[in-house]
Structure formats: C-alpha cells, structure tokens
C-alpha cells in the first residue's frame, strides 16, 4: 500500500507540474501574440496619423450647421430659409463608386468617382407636409434621383411616390435643381461632402484601430 502511495505521489507531482509547464508556455505564447497584435496595431495608427492625419471636423459649411456622429456613418445639416422653412440634409458615408472615362484631352483610361447618398427634407411649420429628394452626391455635382411628398410622421401622402426624376423632361428637372441651389444644396455642398466623408473615414478607422488596442491591452 505505502509502495502504491509513493507511487501515485510521484505520478500525481509529475501530472501537476506537466500541466503547470503547460500553463505557463500557453502564457508566454498568448503574451508573445498579443504583444505582437499591439505592435501591429500602434505601427497603423502611426501610420494613418503620419501619412494623412484627419482634422477636427468642421461644424459648418456657408449657411448649414453641421452635426457629426462619431461612431456613425451618416452626418446631418441643418439650416432656415426665409424664416418660415426647414431644411434638413441626411448623408451617408461614401457607399459606392463607378469608373468613368478619364476627363482628359487623350480621354484614355479610366477612373473612380466616389458616391454618397443624400436625402434633402424641406418643410413650413410644425406637422406639415414635406418634400423629401432623393439625391446622388458625386465629387463635382449633385444629381436628384427622386422627389416624394410625405406626411409629418415619413408616410406617403398619396399612393403614388411620382416618377423618376431622369425620365422628366429637362426643363423640369432643371426647374427642381434651382430650387435645391436658391436653398445652397449645389455642386459645392457636394463636393464639400466628399472632402468632410474623405476625413470622417479617417477619424473613424483610427478610433476603430484604438478600440481594438484597448481591448487587446486590457
């Protein structure tokens, strides 16, 4: 019996350390890789701080305030026209791109233009209808996709949603973008968009990048 205790003993001291020894490599390797997850993670967000470093993000443009969601992919602008009306001006992150011809003499090649949807509401007083357009925002202009007319709470305020505004013969489509323009919502708001969502997206990786260091290091 004594013999078999003995025995068991040393079986059971070289068990316990086996798995301290275990313990312990398992340690060093997580320590190792996560230590080389923090490098990797601290030489990008040098990396995007040195090669393009992002700005505060403006609060205005001309006669709209501008009101930024950190940790969102939309922003919103806010103005009054002639006292009496609201504009409100939702737009997205950049959202897709196409290729185009190369705007050039040779016109060889192609390249990208970058895309954000916008939604322009304008209304007159509390509870009253609106109108509601569907925009396309390209770098150097602006186009209208769609026009709605909604009720206070976002619903229709007749079955049909109207046409699209491509299919509308020129003029009319001309006549609804002077009345965006005398609002300030142009070819300048839009390329202004692309400038504020080019830094936005900055602002946002790197505060990604850091989220993902804090909880690694903690």
């Given at each position: 019996m004594a013999a078999f205790l003995r025995t068991s003993g040393r079986s059971l001291v070289s068990t316990c350390g086996q798995f301290s020894r275990s313990n312990a490599s398992?340690?060093?390797?997580?320590?190792?890789?996560?230590?080389?997850?923090?490098?990797?993670?601290?030489?990008?967000?040098?990396?995007?701080l040195d090669y393009a470093p992002?700005?505060?993000?403006?609060?205005?443009?001309?006669?709209?305030?501008?009101?930024?969601?950190?940790?969102?992919?939309?922003?919103?602008?806010?103005?009054?026209?002639?006292n009496d009306e609201h504009i409100k001006i939702e737009a997205t992150m950049i959202d897709g791109a196409i290729t185009v011809p190369k705007a050039n003499d040779e016109n060889l090649g192609e390249e990208v233009r970058?895309?954000?949807?916008?939604l322009v509401d304008i209304w007159k007083g509390e509870n009253s209808e609106f109108l509601e357009f569907v925009c396309s925002s390209w770098p150097n202009s602006l186009e209208i996709q769609k026009v709605y007319l909604l009720r206070s709470d976002g619903s229709r305020a007749q079955p049909y949603v109207g046409p699209n505004v491509k299919n509308l013969k020129s003029g009319f489509?001309?006549?609804l973008n002077e009345f965006l323009k005398a609002r300030g919502i142009n070819d300048e708001l839009s390329a202004f968009l692309h400038e504020f969502m080019m830094n936005k997206d900055r602002i946002e990786a790197i505060s990604w990048l850091r989220k993902l260091q804090s909880f690694v290091e903690n």
């Open positions: 398992q340690a060093i390797q997580k320590s190792s890789f996560e230590s080389n997850i923090l490098r990797i993670l601290r030489n990008e967000i040098q990396y995007q992002p700005h505060p993000p403006v609060t205005k443009f001309n006669t709209f305030m501008v009101e930024d969601r950190p940790g969102e992919q939309w922003i919103t602008l806010r103005r009054k026209f002639d970058l895309h954000i949807s916008v489509r001309d006549g």
